[in-house]
């Protein structure tokens, strides 16, 4: 049993790491594509890709389309789009450090709202793995050559918010709806709630127009970001119905190690000094939290939450 609670342990920690990994190539795609489309472009080009992706499947799968959840779906998407909205208007105002920094206080909000919404345990491995973890993201991005603005971190703020409150219904939907459902569901509501903005925006006609005239070559990777955010979804699907949504948080920070390993092979970004100190910082950390998990897991049994097949 013990041995079998470290597998399911380590199964969802791989799929977690591997979401990481998606998300930031999507990372890479997103910006491959700045100054040809603007961002609510991207956030609508690459929801209505990932929709049109699934469909077929849907479509094979009809059972799906009657879901029991699409409140919670939609609500779910929604506040993808909030979160995805708030921070792309707060980088056109803020400095990108800045940004980031806040945004790696969405593990921190991510074990608030997992003990008081899912009743998780919080350890102090956890805990601390988590503060230790932000401490090297601070390292990296050295915000003291940066200025603060109360108003716009406040932005941030609530974009880490959002993101967390995200995992948590991730978390919920994940024993109850099916994962082709919450894929298909979660990209339409977003796509839709995108588009409602585009059409409270001026140029509406343009700004829908433009996703298409862009070029086929931004166009195939439209594609590739849409169907990169379903396999990102999906992997962090897998990840929670492995371990707990709080088990995941510090982990989040090795997503910073990757964003310099791929700007480096990408975009020939050099490694400073910095990234090498928040690595030094935030390995050590969570490879003390892997410890410490693998000895509570003698007392935490971590099962797979089975995921429903169909929702009628």
Request: proline share 2%.
């Amino acid at each position: 049993m013990v041995e079998e609670s470290r597998r399911y342990y380590f199964k969802g920690i791989a799929w977690f790491i591997a979401s990481l990994m998606v998300c930031e190539t999507n990372d890479v795609i997103t910006k491959l594509l700045e100054g040809s489309l603007s961002p609510l472009q991207v956030i609508w080009g690459r929801f209505l890709f990932s929709t049109l992706a699934l469909l077929p499947f849907m479509l094979q799968h009809r059972e799906n389309f009657c879901s029991r959840y699409l409140l919670a779906n939609f609500l779910r998407g929604f506040i993808l789009f909030i979160g995805m909205f708030i921070w792309c208007y707060g980088l056109d105002v803020s400095q990108l450090s800045i940004a980031c920094l806040i945004n790696f206080t969405t593990p921190m909000f991510t074990l608030i709202l997992a003990a008081f919404i899912l009743k998780e345990k919080i350890g102090k491995a956890r805990i601390w793995a988590t503060l230790i973890g932000f401490l090297g993201v601070a390292a990296v991005l050295n915000p003291r050559t940066a200025s603060f603005s109360t108003a716009t971190d406040s932005l941030f703020l609530l974009s880490a918010f959002f993101f967390a409150l995200l995992d948590i219904f991730n978390k919920k939907l994940v024993t109850k709806e099916t994962t082709l459902g919450s894929l298909f569901f979660t990209g339409l509501f977003t796509m839709l709630c995108t588009l409602g903005a585009m059409i409270c925006s001026k140029d509406t006609a343009y700004a829908l127009t433009g996703v298409f005239t862009t070029g086929w070559q931004n166009i195939m990777l439209l594609i590739l970001l849409g169907i990169g955010a379903n396999f990102l979804l999906f992997f962090i699907l897998k990840s929670l119905s492995y371990v707990d949504v709080s088990a995941t948080a510090p982990f989040r920070y090795v997503e910073l190690i990757l964003a310099s390993v791929f700007g480096y092979l990408f975009f020939d970004e050099k490694i400073s000094a910095n990234a090498i100190l928040g690595a030094i910082i935030i390995i050590p950390s969570v490879i003390y939290l892997v410890r410490c998990e693998v000895k509570i897991s003698q007392k935490h049994n971590y099962t797979e939450r089975q995921i429903p097949t169909h929702c009628c």
